[in-house]
């Protein structure tokens, strides 16, 4: 199948993270896959949740939003979280705190924020792949200020959309594709090849075990190019 950005099935998106895009986080980033741009930060917060409280650990978190301007026809900021949304942000703090040792954190809060500045597919995979980064460099910021003794994070984790479009299994699809698929997916998986979440729909006719393994293989692929990109970003010789 000939895609319309001339990538190959396997090919991510042009990829791009910029680290320290705003003044005041901890950590922040802007993460730009293809057209699909994503502002993530990390706060650090000295309290935790209720159910959190006395335990000596500490919490990861996100919220999750696309702003008004970020499609083509203007999106309502929501006032109450409709189902997507509510259930894209539980994703991305699910995933990011997969790889956390919540309790090297202390009594603590990481609070993670993507706002979606311009959607084109693949924005909740984005959003984690620019948390993680984002969540490195408030880490960071922890053990310089002597706030933590040890690194929390166990290991690196990255997300990204698969799909079978015309009937072939692609990566990384934009919105043109994702559209039309007849199966769309999302996986988040660490670098030790370990899956965190695949969340798949078949479109029209249900697909095969075979389809399904396939996707996978290609959604590692992906995530392994991703990760290189954060390993980059963040200046550690693999």
Known sequence: MKRADSRTPAQIRKTRIVRNYL???????????GDTKVICTAIVQEEVPRHKRGSGSGWVTAEYAMLPGSSA??????KNLKG????????VGRSLRAVVD????GERTIM????????????RTASITGAFVALCDAVNWLRAEGKID????????????????NGTPVVDLPYEEDSRAEVDMNVVMTESGKLVEVQGTA???????KTLDQLIELASK??????AIQKKVLRIKE
Do not use: C
Request: a negative charge.
């Open 150 to 165: 040890a690194n929390p994070i166990r290991e690196y984790l990255a997300a990204v959309s698969v799909g079978v479009v």
């Open 112 to 123: 993670l924020d993507a706002d979606v500045i311009q959607a084109d597919g693949g924005t």
């Open 203 to 209: 479109e029209g006719e249900p697909f095969s075990r």
């Open 23 to 33: 003044k005041y986080p901890h950590g922040s980033v802007l993460i730009e896959m």
């Open 222 to 227: 992906g995530i392994e190019q991703l990760i």
């Open 84 to 91: 997507r949304t509510a259930e894209i942000q539980r994703l």
């Open 102 to 105: 919540l309790n090297k954190l």
């Open 73 to 78: 026809q203007r999106i309502q900021r929501e």
